[in-house]
């Protein structure tokens, strides 16, 4: 099965920083990479699939970028509402296993 | 627009099974197929099995096969999700998720199951 490797496991930053979360796939995936944020006591939302097709109504601050098996999920400007957890996905071969296991952005 | 109404949190006892639906309104629901997804109390997702709405073979995670089965309903555009010989280690929230090329489009508010002995 394809693993996936977030990183970092948490992220401390603040309302206007620029950050960047990284996904490593363990064998090519392509561009078959979709990235989600999960808002405590929510389902999780989808934000960027095909590595960097952002999905409608998503803000353009948020950018996806990759292939292969590196991938970066860049928030350019934090606003409030952007501090959950963010979690990649790959959806080449399906397993258990094709999630990261999620960044929390606090 | 796209609406996934899950059934209500359920109470399982170990080696009971559980049957989730999901209900699709808002989109052709021969269109797209549909993933359950779980997790666990403040854990991670865990992809579970995805169903071709359009013929009745589902595709499972190794880890589930043989206790998990997702049929579908077209006449009421309903996905089911049957979980068995549960375990306290199936104690999670489970989510129907719509997919789109692969990805999970739209997410239903999920179904909380609590396996209790």
């Known amino acids: 099965d394809i693993q996936m490797t977030q990183s970092p496991s948490t992220l401390s930053a603040s309302v206007g920083d620029r950050v960047t979360i990284t996904c490593r796939a363990s064998q090519s995936i392509s561009h078959w990479l979709a990235w989600y944020q999960q808002i405590p006591g929510k389902a999780p939302k989808l934000l960027i699939h095909?590595?960097?097709t952002l999905q409608s109504g998503v803000p353009s601050r948020f950018s996806g970028s990759g292939f292969g098996t590196e991938f970066t999920l860049t928030i350019s400007s934090l606003q409030p509402d952007d501090f959950a957890t963010y979690y990649c996905q790959q959806y080449i071969s399906y397993s258990a296993e094709c999630f990261g296991q999620g960044t929390k952005l606090e | 627009q796209v609406q996934l109404v899950q059934s209500g949190a359920e109470v399982k006892t170990p080696g009971a099974s559980v049957k989730i639906s999901c209900k699709a309104t808002?989109?052709?629901?021969?269109?797209?197929?549909m993933h359950w997804v779980r997790q666990a109390p403040g854990q991670g997702l865990e992809w579970m099995g995805i169903i071709n709405p359009n013929v009745t073979s589902a595709t499972y995670a190794q880890r589930f096969q043989g206790r998990l089965t997702i049929t579908r309903d077209t006449s009421t555009s309903t996905v089911y999700m049957e979980l068995s010989s549960l375990r306290s280690e199936d104690t999670a929230m489970y989510y129907c998720?719509?997919?789109?090329?692969?990805?999970?489009?739209?997410w239903g508010r999920g179904t909380l199951v609590t396996v209790f002995s």
């Open positions: 998720v719509r997919s789109i090329g692969g990805a999970g489009e739209n």
């Open positions: 095909k590595a960097s």
């Open positions: 808002g989109y052709t629901f021969n269109s797209r197929y």
